[in-house]
């Protein structure tokens, strides 16, 4: 017998969110499995870009807890 959706929903629920999120991207991975040519290149130096924008302190960052915040009063 398989289990549904929301039973294996359930049981993930209770996995600590660093596992969660872990499972999600093994999902979201599963069923995206066609990208465009030159889409993970364009991510890799994107993701360079911002880190070196990082180092040296060039962009502010935000708490996760006020960056939440500002988006639930949109």
């Known amino acids: 017998m398989t289990k549904s959706a929301r039973e294996l929903f359930e049981e993930a629920m209770k996995l600590d969110p660093e596992e969660r ?3 999600t ?3 979201l ?4 499995t066609e990208s ?3 889409v993970e290149d364009a ?3 994107e993701i360079e870009r911002r880190m070196a924008e990082l180092d040296p302190g060039t962009v ?3 708490p996760w807890k006020e960056l939440r915040a500002r988006l639930y009063r949109r």
């Open 29 to 32: 991975e599963s069923v995206d």
């Open 36 to 38: 465009e040519e030159g």
């Open 43 to 45: 991510w890799q130096v």
């Open 60 to 62: 502010k960052t935000l």
């Open 21 to 23: 999120a872990t499972l």
């Open 25 to 27: 991207c093994l999902l």
